[in-house]
């Protein structure tokens, strides 16, 4: 029998499919068994799915309704439910049984005496009721690899801690409410910690780089410290990323936060690998254009103090996005204009003068290896980009190019091109974001709903690629709400327990629990992005069908501009 559910929007390039919403191995077996039906109807409009607890988030590409009569989430709405209507509701997959040892000592379980005097039991009489259930894989999220299993026997349960530490070690089992995981990866963390397992629950370089995945099942065996340091040293280390050694450019300063990104890593949000990416698309795309490029090519994303740079080899380049006063050799470089650079010759940019990010592309692109099918820098992960990581100095980063393509007169490290992109229509001078509101939206009280579109929201210094935390009036919900995880995308606004917001942007977790109250519409992503600490922002709410003709609008735009590039460059070249 078919079971009940309702389709919502997530902004305006997702949806979210909801069951009952409720911690049930039946709920997300039907999670489970769409997720399975969707991905064998190989739709070529879906961009990503992301199971959780009782939701299927469906991430699409709304470009790909080109001939569209309705808005893309009527069209969408109407197909999914087609699909909906043919799934195997009875599907049984083929999932694991897994055994995961787990050394409880006090020393690795940090909190593990202070979780058995509340519960007043003995510390081995927790490990025996942890240890004592088999647990379901109900989501793969937070962090790549990261696996919310249930349900922890009521006895151990416990929640969240108040403060959240700021760093929690690879390896270590946790309790969270009735929630018990596994933290993949070394990060921050509100989970009561009461023990660690020395196996690699995330590999990036593995063909299956998570080792569970939703509807797995999962058993702790414990071992003792002796054991546990025996199977950790016993555990295959996996090679470092390593990069190709193409001639190119060469970093002669490091900057703040460089990294090498792409317009983003799709289809793998179900393993709770983020989708990474540029913050500002705009940018990053109008760079490539006037590079001679496609617009999914990787560049460098600067933020100032940013890096300098000497070529190995002539080079076509082009900067979009913020402008921090580039220069070639001492010669000044305008945002937005292709230009010739000489071999020998260093870019270095010397005062922010206006935005937060500028973007560095080159002719026929980065010889950057790919990792899951893009180029962009996880850096919680260590991998894709340049050597999974930060730009440094010392980095050399080749050139996909022949050396010697392009030839400078003698005596000149720099020859600006005649053609530029008008690109001013994407960012306004004014400080309104236009946004349309979200499911939770609702449950805000009506003071606070009065209050979201007026007021004045600050973007605090604790801002970054994650998101943008927001300093304004507290917004309070009719009554408190308990969420379940379900997913969330750039540009989702979601409200902290203090009452402030946070916009997340391109290095988001791909689910989240906290009451998403409205998302920033994909047009005013780009002008988000270059905005900085300290400058305020106001939130206008528009309708969905708005905000889906301004996409289309932004679309046409950098269309015309990628044309008129291809047609000077051929001209050129």
């Given at each position: ?125 927790v490990i025996a009721i942890h240890a004592s259930k088999t647990y379901h894989v109900f989501a793969i999220g937070f962090l790549p690899g990261f696996a ?306 007026v007021s004045q929201y600050k973007i605090t210094l604790q801002s970054d690629r994650m998101g943008y935390r927001l300093q304004g009036t507290p917004l ?98």
């Amino acid at each position: 029998m078919q079971p009940s559910y309702h389709i919502y929007p997530l902004g305006e390039t997702a949806v979210t499919i909801a069951f009952d919403a409720v911690i049930d191995e039946a709920v997300n077996h039907y999670v489970t068994a769409l997720q399975h039906h969707l991905n064998s109807l190989e739709l070529k409009w879906v961009k990503d799915i992301i199971p959780a607890y009782h939701t299927l988030g469906v991430v699409y590409d709304q470009y790909a309704f080109k001939h569209r009569q309705s808005s893309v989430f009527n069209l969408v709405n109407a197909l999914l439910e087609e699909a909906i209507e043919t799934c195997n509701w009875q599907l049984h997959t083929t999932n694991k049984i897994i055994e995961i040892p787990v050394c409880y000592h006090p020393s690795l379980g940090i909190d593990i005496e202070e979780l058995a005097v509340t519960k007043n039991l003995s510390i081995d009489e927790v490990i025996a009721i942890h240890a004592s259930k088999t647990y379901h894989v109900f989501a793969i999220g937070f962090l790549p690899g990261f696996a919310y299993m249930g349900s922890v026997d009521e006895r151990i349960a416990m929640p969240r801690k108040a403060q959240p530490r700021t760093n929690i070690n690879k390896g270590a089992v946790g309790i969270a409410g009735e929630q018990t995981g596994i933290y993949p990866l070394n990060s921050p963390g509100g989970w009561n910690i009461i023990g660690q397992t020395p196996l690699a629950m995330f590999d990036a370089f593995n063909e299956t780089p998570s080792l569970l995945k939703q509807g797995d099942s999962v058993r702790f065996k414990q071992v003792s410290l002796h054991e546990f340091y025996v199977l950790a040293s016993l555990i295959k280390k996996t090679s470092k990323q390593k990069q190709t050694t193409a001639t190119g450019l060469e970093i002669i300063k490091h900057g703040i936060a460089d990294s090498i990104q792409d317009l983003g890593r799709v289809g793998y949000q179900h393993l709770g690998i983020n989708p990474n990416g540029v913050m500002d698309m705009v940018a990053a795309k109008t760079a490539n254009f006037l590079a001679g490029n496609k617009a999914d090519e990787a560049v460098i994303e600067l933020h100032f103090p940013a890096s300098s740079f000497r070529f190995n080899c002539s080079a076509l380049i082009a900067l979009s996005g913020a402008d921090f006063d580039a220069a070639v050799d001492g010669k000044p470089v305008t945002i937005n204009k292709p230009v010739l650079v000489a071999k020998d010759a260093v870019l270095q940019f010397r005062k922010n003068k206006n935005g937060a990010r500028c973007y560095l592309a080159v002719h026929g692109g980065f010889a950057i290896k790919q990792w899951l099918n893009s180029y962009s820098t996880n850096v919680k992960a260590n991998v894709g980009g340049h050597c999974g990581r930060l730009l440094k100095k010392g980095d050399s980063i080749g050139f996909k190019q022949q050396p010697g393509l392009f030839n400078l007169p003698a005596n000149k490290s720099l020859v600006r091109l005649p053609w530029s992109a008008a690109v001013d229509y994407f960012y306004t001078a004014s400080n309104v974001i236009r946004c349309v509101t979200a499911n939770e939206y609702v449950f805000l009280n009506d003071v606070s709903k009065d209050c979201f579109p007026v007021s004045q929201y600050k973007i605090t210094l604790q801002s970054d690629r994650m998101g943008y935390r927001l300093q304004g009036t507290p917004l309070l919900m009719q009554t408190p709400v308990s969420l379940l995880s379900t997913a969330v995308t750039k540009g989702t606004i979601q409200l902290l327990p203090n009452g402030q917001l946070i916009v997340l942007m391109s290095d988001h977790q791909t689910m989240g629990g906290y009451p998403r109250v409205a998302h920033v519409v994909q047009a005013d992503i780009a002008k988000l992005a270059q905005m900085q600490p300290h400058q305020h922002i106001q939130f206008q709410f528009i309708s969905h069908a708005e905000a889906e003709i301004l996409s289309f609008k932004q679309q046409q735009y950098l269309l015309s501009i990628q044309n008129a590039c291809i047609f000077k460059l051929q001209d050129f070249l």
